[in-house]
Nanobody, 124 residues
Framework: QVQLVESGGGLVQAGGSLRLSCVAS????????MGWFRQAPGNEREFVAT????????SYADSVKGRFTVSRDNTKSTVYLQMNSLKPDDTADYYC?????????????????WGQGTQVTVSS
């Protein structure tokens, strides 16, 4: 069973930066693609970014392209989401997910292993 723990959220002013981390407790994490998703109050969970198992391929939602960067360190079983130029619309709970089947699914309905989330609030 995969256990995921996110951290790094907080309150930041618009234009600021945060780096989220997701530590995975599972053998063979280097065989999992990993994804970041977010959910704002009253909204459905939405795709933010994915990274392939080896880290060579990434994908981003249009709303975060050029501002967010996903990376991973398999030696530390950790995935990161560097968020720059934050906007109030980025305010949400951010979740990481492990993907052992799809190689980087952008659909949260396809994924079963989730962390508890970390809250990001961007003030204007």
């Amino acid at each position: 069973q995969v256990q995921l723990v996110e951290s790094g959220g907080g309150l930041v002013q618009a234009g600021g930066s945060l780096r989220l981390s997701c530590v995975a407790s599972v053998r063979g994490i280097r065989t999992y693609a990993m994804g970041w998703f977010r959910q704002a109050p009253g909204n459905e969970r939405e795709f933010v970014a994915t990274i392939s198992a080896a880290g060579g391929a990434t994908s981003y939602a249009d709303s975060v392209k050029g501002r967010f960067t996903v990376s991973r360190d398999n030696t530390k079983s950790t995935v990161y989401l560097q968020m720059n130029s934050l906007k109030p619309d980025d305010t949400a709970d951010y979740y990481c997910a492990a993907d052992s089947l799809y190689g980087g699914s952008t659909s949260p309905q396809c994924l079963a292993d989730w962390g508890q989330g970390t809250q990001v609030t961007v003030s204007s």
